[in-house]
């Protein structure tokens, strides 16, 4: 796959000393602060709390209805690096692998919305047109495979003897964004049921051993050729009818555990 990875990108990456990165310290220092600090993190709640027999209009709901490029991501192979590492290695790494991702978000127009635990779910298109939001969502996810790679090689390998993986669903849709939590925090907060699809493609890359799923109403807003990717069926929990993806990543390198290799032979077997 050639990815589409601008010029200043890569001159950003390579200045980066991965390799220089200092060594965790010792458990016994003081723990870093978790990366959803470090990086914004806003729950995906909308909505003010209604109360008991309160009629929901419009105007009830703080917001608006926008057409949005949704991306969720998750470390595939990030629980055998908690359980083997200390507390502190483990908040270590994640901190920097939130902020290359933020990185690549942020430089293709997007932002952050949520992040928990190892994973991530970022918005594309506040400010632009869905044609433009959905090719900026498909090149942050390039940009992080290749930033993954670079971290990979340059840190995780040398130092953990353990590169990590990434699944990343992308879909686009019709959501409601407003700026009200369930706390009256004030944060941006979206929801809508392309919501759910896009993190249940996310989820369905582990059972189609493919690390990028773009679903067909995404995929037609990209300037692609209609045959240049496998495309599938596929079921996905809690939605009824079948959504079509395209299979547009690599295969993953770790094997499925047992729970998962029932799924994993149907999903290869179409």
């Known amino acids: 796959m050639k990815l589409n990875i601008s010029f200043c990108k890569k001159n950003r990456l390579a200045n980066r000393n991965l390799s220089a990165l200092a060594l965790p310290a010792p458990v016994s220092k003081p723990v870093l602060q978790p990366a ?7 729950p995906a709640t909308l909505g003010r709390a209604v109360q008991p027999h309160e009629h929901i209009t419009q105007q009830n709901i703080v ?10 991501l998750d470390i595939r192979n990030f629980t055998p690096f908690m359980e083997q590492q200390s507390p502190y290695d483990v908040v270590f790494v994640i ?36 044609k433009n939001a959905a090719q900026g969502a498909l090149d942050a996810a390039r940009s992080i495979f290749h930033d993954l790679q670079v971290f990979n090689a340059g840190y995780a390998q040398p130092y953990f003897n353990m590169p990590f993986e990434v699944g990343i669903g992308l879909h686009q849709g019709s959501i ?13 907060t979206v929801m809508g049921l392309p919501v ?10 582990k059972d189609l051993n493919n690390d990028l799923l773009v679903s067909e109403d995404m995929f037609a807003l990209l300037n692609l050729p209609g045959d240049s ?25 770790y ?9 994993y032979f149907m999903a290869m077997a179409g």
């Open 229 to 253: 990717y496998e495309s599938r069926y596929v079921k996905l929990k809690g939605i009824t009818e079948p959504v079509q993806v395209r299979l547009m990543g690599q295969q993953y390198n």
């Open 36 to 42: 959803t600090q470090e990086v914004e993190s806003l």
């Open 176 to 188: 409601l964004v407003g700026r009200d939590d369930i706390d009256y925090s004030n944060h941006t």
């Open 95 to 130: 901190r920097k692998l939130f902020a290359l991702f933020n990185d690549s978000i942020q430089e293709a127009g997007g932002r952050i919305v949520e992040t928990q635990g190892d994973s991530i779910y970022a918005v594309f298109g506040l400010n632009t047109g869905i």
């Open 63 to 72: 917001g608006e209805e926008k057409q949005l490029a949704l991306m969720f």
């Open 196 to 205: 759910n699809i896009a993190s249940r493609l996310q989820s369905k890359t």
């Open 255 to 263: 094997r499925p555990d047992n729970d998962d290799m029932m799924d």
